[in-house]
Every structure is written in structure tokens, then in C-alpha cells.
């Protein structure tokens, strides 16, 4: 998921691997009788448990209905700014991600239990996906009875047409992993005008022998296809209803709602979906009519509003932004606000990550003393205190199956405000000279102005001249994505597309990956880590996942190409009038499938 530029992020990686194939406790129909959303959210959880994969009793609808549902009613969304995608090749971005949940359906999907474990399922499909050849060749089937919102039932030629369209110039914005893994990194050569002109990728690519049945054909085992399959930017486009480039403005539905109006910029009403069976469906709910978002709320209005909870706030929700940080105090203060919120990890790491390019970030000694003595403590609470983020020890988020809360190697939950003493004694045995001139880039948003501050000074206490950079927030992730850019450091932030180590590890310290324009910041060219990567993603999951504790392992302890500083959290703000509330490890906001209204 492409670095941090707001609390709505956009992704960028290329990469895959791993979720546990054993699936969890079922019932005979692969669910409990009911889901329980009322446990406090005051903790943020872990994801510690691997991603299962669903079998066809755990893809099986209905969804599991919420304690206490009722039907009815119509929740407000508020929001600061209009989507960024509707068409879902385009979606690659948390806003239009988590609208998403509402408009389309894809092959598979993931049900999150009360604790916030995740298991793919079959979505339009029948399961999570069979395997062949080593991993090679996955197959689906797809359930009978799933249309889009006019009726047209879904079939094979949908999906082989949903794939085939984001290999044309009509996609640009979405994910890539799927049709780079079809058909290599040049995958738009191979069907440069996608199936708009008739042609088709051959069936040793892409094959659906009958109108139930697609099969992918890879040059290599691709474990974390379900995963990949599960994102927004896969979900069915209809070959009937596909309008190329205005298909972003009106999108045809197969979920549970549909749009009844757009107006770009102010507003979206979205109503019921009166062709989405639930008996198709094993993950969303239709319990209220419809949505109305408004998507012209400041951040610190909507936080005004849902504290004051009156009048259309009590049905209202943020939608992907969390509460005012001006407010927070306020929020968590007043019992009667705190107990509407939802609060948990988001999959994102600050990180102080070095230009190994650089002649003053050549020394390792010179990075771990950097490391040792930032001030991760005075970083948290410039984004927020403990409700915005929480001391990291390394550069996998607890978001991640396996993270391990204990894995420390620089000390930094035992000295959270640094340990300037070892730092010192690093940059005098690397010889370093008082008044060493450094370039620190920063982001010129609020937190990226607070922490310049921090950062300037604490370096400057180790005798460092530090020059601070500032770069516009629109423009800061290019710029230092330029191989040959000017700084020695900079805080970059970056979460996972799905739940494995490979969307983060990959895109971030391949050394294969480094070129003007990547996500490999820090420009960490690693024999060793190279090599644990490419073993990792031909790997099944349990193996997978030791060796991407020892990637990890390696390039914070070996190379230390970037500071692990802080986990992001969120909080998010409620109405008192909706019901079902509860925070998503898949999305990182609030659960939008599980709403309904106490009141309707």
C-alpha cells in the first residue's frame, strides 16, 4: 500500500505471498449464528494470526447477521473530499477501497471474526480458490444467482473481462500484481488495447472453459493469489456495462447498494441494490436503505459535529478520516464521545529511512547512532499521542501476521525518548566530525512540520548542521523517489495491500526494485535480502512466513536502511445512533458491512 501522504493512502507495491491455508473454527455453514460488534474498542488489536483461506461452507451466504440489527433507516457518511475512483480497476486508494465494500463484489473477499482474524472467502466465487501444478494454476467456479444491479447474471466472460480491461490505457490508477503476474512487468504490451477491440490473453494465461469457470496460469507458484483477488481493484466490471472512461462516474453495482446520485465533488447517494442476494453473499449486510455522503465536511467539523451528536450526526459516521487531532483531548475526555469511537492499528510504520546513496549514510555506525537516538516518543505524540500512533521496534506493523511486539533490537520501547549517550559513542568510532552538514526532507503538513523540529534537534545535539528541506506534501513522495535526490534522510511511511510481510518487504528493500519512481526509499541493494525475498515468494505460507521474519530481521539488524519510529493508529468518531460499530483490521476504519440504525 503506497506510502503515507494522508490518513487516505494510495499503493504502489509489487509483490505477494502468504496466508495460512488451515481455516478457522466453523460452524456446518463455515459461520457462528451471529456477530458480536458490542466488545470495547479502547485496545487496538493485532493481527497476529496468519489469513485463512475459506473453503465453499465458509464463502456460503448470508453473512453472519450483527447482534441487535435492525433494517432501516439511512446512515451519513462524512467526508472531506470526493472519491478518487468508482470504477474498480481505478480503486487504489482507502476511500474508494472502503466505498467499495458497498458498490462491487470480486472473486473473493474477506470475513473479519470479532477479533479481527481474516479469512479469505469466495465472494462471486464458490471458495477461496484451488491450487494445482505447485501453485502454478488457480481455479474458480462461481456461485449461481450473482448480478449486477440490473439483473444480468454474472459469467466467466465478466471476469476474463474485468482482468483484460486493466491491461488498456482506460485503467491507470489501480493495482498491477495480477496482470504482472499473468504477463510480466511489460503486461500492456501483451494486450495493449485490453478486449476493447476483440482480442483476448490466451487461454494458457487466462482460460474460461464454460460460464462458471476461470483459471489463471502462472510461470511460478503465486500463493497469495486470493489475497490479491480480495482487492477493490479487482472487482467485476460487467462486460455489458462497461463504458470505458465514464465508467468512473457510474459504475454498475453488485453489492448491496447501488448509486442513486452523483454529484462529483459535494455529494453520493447510494440506495438499495435491489438484485444483491444475500444468500450469495457471505461477508455484507443491506440492513439500513441507503447512504448519503457529504463529502465537503473538514475533518475538524465532522469532529465538531459527531462530539456535539445531534440532530443527522447521531446517524452519521467518518468515513476515512479519524478524529481532529486539535480534539482528541476532547474526544477521549467526555466518556459519553469516547465510548463512539472505534480505535485500532492502521498497517502503516513511520520510518526514518537513510539514502544509502548518500556519502554520509554510507556508514552503518552512522545510521544505527541516528537510530538509537530519535525520539520515538516525541514522534507518537506529534501525530497524536497514543491514539495516533505507538512506539515501533521494527519495520513490520502489527497489522502483519506474526508480528512479534517483543522484536526490539535498538531499545527503543525501553528509551522511548533515545539513547543519545550510545549514539555519541557510535558517531565517535565512525570518526564523524562535529558540524557534519545533513539534509533532512520533510513532508510540510502539520506532523511533518512538529517533526522536523524533533528530528533537527536531536541530531543537532549529536553535533550534526542540519539542513531542513521542506517539500510539498503533493510532491514529496516523488521527489524523494528520485534515485539521485539531493537528501541524506527522510520519515517515509508505507502499509501493506494485504495481510503478508511480501506487499511490504518487497516493494520497499528489494534491491531489483530500486529505480527512479520506486517505493525502495532508502536504495538498499542486499544480496542476502534479495535472495530471502525471492525464496519467500515461491514458498508455501508456513515456510514463507519464517523466512520473512529472517528478511526482516536482516535489514533492520544487518543494513538498517530505515529507523523503525512509530506504528499509525486510528480513532474514529460515531453517531449514537448507529449500531454495529466496530474497527476493521482489513480496512483499518470502521467496519462499513456490519451498520445499522438503533433507531431507524
Known amino acids: 500500500m503506497k506510502p503515507i501522504r494522508t490518513r487516505t493512502t494510495r499503493a504502489v507495491a509489487v509483490a505477494i505471498v502468504a496466508g495460512s491455508l488451515a481455516l478457522t473454527g466453523c460452524s456446518d455453514n463455515g459461520k457462528s449464528n451471529t456477530k458480536d460488534t458490542s466488545k470495547s474498542q479502547d485496545d487496538a488489536a493485532e493481527q497476529s494470526n496468519p489469513v485463512a483461506y475459506g473453503d465453499a461452507a465458509a464463502s456460503t451466504g448470508p453473512a453472519e447477521p450483527v447482534k441487535g440489527a435492525k433494517p432501516g433507516g439511512v446512515i451519513n457518511v462524512y467526508a472531506q473530499s470526493d472519491m478518487t475512483h468508482l470504477d474498480p480497476g481505478q480503486i487504489y486508494v482507502s476511500d474508494a477501497g472502503q466505498i467499495a465494500n458497498l458498490l462491487h463484489r470480486g472473486l473473493t473477499n474477506y470475513q473479519e471474526d470479532d477479533k479481527g482474524n481474516l479469512t479469505v472467502v469466495g465472494d462471486i466465487a464458490t471458495d477461496s480458490g484451488t491450487s494445482s501444478d505447485g501453485g502454478k494454476t488457480w481455479t474458480y467456479k462461481l456461485k449461481d444467482g450473482v448480478k449486477d444491479e440490473d439483473g444480468n447474471e454474472i459469467t466467466s466472460a465478466d471476469v476474463r473481462h474485468t482482468i483484460e480491461r486493466q491491461y488498456s490505457k482506460v485503467i491507470f490508477d489501480g493495482p498491477s500484481y495480477v496482470q504482472s503476474w499473468l504477463s510480466g512487468s511489460d503486461?500492456?504490451?501483451?494486450?495493449?488495447?485490453?478486449?476493447?477491440?476483440?482480442?483476448?490473453?490466451?487461454?494458457?494465461?487466462?482460460?474460461?472453459?464454460?460460464?462458471?469457470?476461470?483459471?489463471?496460469?502462472?510461470?511460478?507458484?503465486?500463493?497469495?493469489?486470493?489475497?490479491?483477488?480480495?482487492?477493490?481493484?479487482?472487482?467485476?466490471?460487467?462486460?455489458?456495462?462497461?463504458?470505458?472512461?465514464?465508467?468512473?462516474?457510474?459504475?454498475?453495482?453488485?453489492?448491496?447498494?447501488?448509486?442513486?446520485?452523483?454529484?462529483?465533488?459535494?455529494?453520493?447517494?447510494?440506495?438499495?441494490?435491489?438484485?444483491?442476494?444475500?444468500e450469495t453473499d457471505s461477508v455484507r449486510h443491506q440492513y439500513v436503505d441507503g447512504y448519503q455522503f457529504t463529502t465537503t465536511i473538514k475533518q475538524a467539523s465532522q469532529t465538531k459535529r459527531l462530539i456535539a451528536d445531534q440532530g443527522e450526526a447521531k446517524n452519521a459516521i467518518q468515513f476515512t478520516d479519524s478524529v481532529d487531532p486539535a480534539q482528541l483531548s476532547k474526544v477521549i475526555g467526555d466518556a459519553n464521545a469516547k465510548k463512539r469511537t472505534i480505535q485500532g492499528y492502521q498497517p502503516y510504520v513511520w520510518q526514518m529511512t537513510f539514502n544509502l546513496d548518500s556519502a554520509n549514510m554510507k556508514d552503518k555506525k552512522v545510521r544505527d547512532?541516528?537510530?538509537?537516538?530519535?525520539?520515538?516518543?516525541?514522534?507518537?505524540q506529534a501525530d497524536g499521542g497514543r491514539y495516533g500512533g505507538e512506539i515501533a521496534g521494527g519495520l513490520m506493523a502489527p497489522t502483519l501476521p506474526g508480528y512479534d511486539k517483543s522484536y526490539d533490537p535498538f531499545g527503543k520501547l525501553k528509551k522511548p525518548n533515545g539513547d543519545l549517550d550510545k549514539a555519541k559513542e557510535l558517531l565517535k568510532e565512525a570518526g564523524v566530525k562535529d558540524g557534519t552538514k545533513l539534509t533532512y526532507a520533510y513532508s510540510n503538513t502539520p506532523r511533518g512540520q512538529a517533526q522536523m523540529v524533533i528530528i533537527k534537534d536531536t541530531l543537532g545535539k549529536l553535533g550534526f548542521d542540519v539542513q531542513a528541506k521542506e517539500i510539498d506534501r503533493a510532491s514529496f513522495y516523488e521527489q524523494i523517489g528520485k534515485l539521485d535526490n539531493p537528501f541524506d534522510l527522510y520519515m517515509t511511511g508505507w502499509g501493506q495491500d494485504w495481510s503478508s510481510p511480501s506487499t511490504v518487504i518487497t516493494p520497499v528493500y528489494d534491491g531489483t526494485l530500486v529505480s527512479d519512481g520506486g517505493?525502495?526509499?532508502?536504495?538498499?541493494?542486499?544480496?542476502?535480502?534479495?535472495?530471502?525475498?525471492?525464496?519467500?515468494?515461491?514458498?508455501?505460507?508456513?515456510?514463507?512466513?519464517?523466512?520473512?521474519?529472517?528478511?526482516?530481521?536482516?535489514?533492520?539488524?544487518?543494513?538498517?536502511?530505515?529507523?523503525?519510529?512509530?506504528y499509525s493508529k486510528q480513532i474514529q468518531l460515531f453517531g449514537s445512533n448507529i449500531g454495529g460499530a466496530r474497527y476493521s483490521t482489513e480496512s483499518s476504519y470502521i467496519d462499513i458491512n456490519d451498520l445499522f440504525l438503533k433507531q431507524p
Open 187 to 278: 503486461y500492456r504490451k501483451a494486450l495493449p488495447d485490453g478486449p476493447y477491440k476483440g482480442k483476448h490473453l490466451p487461454d494458457s494465461v487466462l482460460e474460461t472453459p464454460d460460464a462458471k469457470t476461470v483459471v489463471f496460469h502462472f510461470d511460478q507458484p503465486r500463493p497469495d493469489l486470493p489475497q490479491a483477488l480480495a482487492m477493490a481493484g479487482y472487482a467485476i466490471v460487467p462486460e455489458k456495462q462497461d463504458t470505458k472512461e465514464k465508467y468512473d462516474k457510474a459504475p454498475a453495482a453488485l453489492g448491496p447498494y447501488k448509486i442513486s446520485e452523483y454529484k462529483a465533488g459535494k455529494s453520493l447517494t447510494l440506495v438499495k441494490n435491489d438484485q444483491w442476494d444475500p
Open 369 to 380: 547512532a541516528i537510530t538509537y537516538a530519535i525520539p520515538s516518543q516525541a514522534m507518537v
Open 519 to 566: 517505493s525502495n526509499y532508502s536504495h538498499i541493494k542486499d544480496a542476502k535480502v534479495d535472495e530471502l525475498i525471492k525464496k519467500a515468494l515461491t514458498e508455501e505460507p508456513e515456510a514463507a512466513a519464517k523466512t520473512w521474519e529472517e528478511a526482516h530481521h536482516r535489514i533492520v539488524e544487518e543494513v538498517n536502511p530505515a529507523a523503525p519510529v512509530y
